[in-house]
């Protein structure tokens, strides 16, 4: 574990370094019943699970996307990524995966649920979280400033016509180190818990465009913004949208971008009437990275404390989610 929390004298290192819209055909709210025919004593109530669009043909209508995915069933799409012999069909396994990812169940209930032993309900899911970032990481781009145009709803079109991103920074509860030096690395304050942190940045449409990789709790959001890569994709000209704890007005401001803050209070001294109305229009439009992140949190893996032993597979489960948050539609639907 100390290997991916590190942190010294305010210099934290990464947990896990780097190694158009979208439409769908709605949200699958229910697996497909052909895939667990064989287990019928299952009860109804347990087949649910609720904003995974899997089992289903999704309708992927970007022309930005369409060479990188093609319209089809993303369990078809992993079936041909399947490379070992095991007890469970390929559909089971990837059905496993989900459940873990979508619900948090612990291996030993999985293992049950599946007629199998805890170890081969690890090596299975460690294997497809794998396979399924590999295919899934297609679908999480940087937009062209083109497109982000023409898919701007208008809560940003009156306001922040030349909004480029918006961007946030979320946590996700880590079980405690047995290692001290471990846990102080990745205690958050604001939680008053170990956490791992990391970087969202969004779209004005809802898209999410890049998602980081896992930090300790401790790290800041400039230090995060700093190290994460999200710099090399802004480019002169760029205005990103944040909250006013991001404290990256220089960094970007060697790049030519435009930082959008709300105005907030120094000392002693009251907000003028202006700021005060564009503080709120700013918090208007960023709720909806705020809905992003609760896509995200929907998958109870990053919702839940999550196991140190998942540690090493954070930064690949952060973008399964990401991606699987931006299959289920439009976030911001005009009509």
Not at 95 to 124: C, E, P, W, Y
Not at 252 to 263: Q, S
């Amino acid at each position: 574990m100390r290997a991916y929390l590190r942190c010294h004298n305010n210099h934290h290192t990464a947990l896990f370094p780097a190694s158009g819209k979208i439409h769908c055909s709605g949200t699958t709210a229910m697996v497909n019943s052909r895939v667990l025919r064989r287990r019928p004593k299952m009860p109804q109530h347990k087949l649910k699970i609720s904003a995974i669009p899997c089992f289903r043909v999704m309708q992927i209508r970007s022309s930005t996307l369409e060479s990188h995915w093609k319209p089809s069933s993303l369990v078809s799409t992993l079936e041909g990524f399947a490379e070992r012999a095991s007890v469970l069909s390929v559909r089971d396994q990837i059905l496993m995966t989900l459940i873990k990812l979508k619900l948090n169940r612990v291996l030993g209930d999985l293992g049950r649920q599946f007629h199998v032993s805890q170890s081969v309900a690890s090596k299975v899911i460690s294997f497809w979280i794998d396979k399924m970032e590999e295919v899934l990481r297609p679908l999480i781009i940087w937009l062209p400033k083109e497109t982000i145009k023409a898919t701007m709803p208008t809560a940003f079109k009156r306001f922040f016509p030349n909004t480029t991103c918006v961007i946030d920074c979320s946590e996700s509860l880590l079980q405690k180190a047995k290692n001290l030096d471990s846990r102080g690395e990745s205690y958050s304050h604001y939680y008053s818990h170990n956490t791992i942190k990391y970087l969202v940045v969004v779209a004005p449409c809802g898209l999410i465009m890049f998602i980081s990789s896992g930090y300790g709790g401790r790290a800041s959001d400039k230090f995060i913004t700093m190290n994460s890569g999200i710099l090399d994709y802004l480019r002169p000209g760029d205005e990103v949208m944040a909250d006013r704890g991001f404290l990256i007005r220089d960094l970007l401001f060697e790049r030519r971008v435009k930082l959008v803050l709300p105005a907030f209070t120094r000392g002693g001294s009251q907000l003028t009437e202006e700021q005060v109305t564009a503080a709120r229009r700013i918090a208007n439009v960023r709720i909806h990275v705020e809905r992003a992140i609760r896509r995200l949190k929907v998958y109870k893996i990053l919702s839940h404390v999550i196991p140190i032993n998942m540690t090493p597979k954070i930064e690949k489960i952060l973008r399964i989610c990401a991606a699987l948050a931006n299959l289920r539609g439009d976030l911001i639907c005009e009509r």
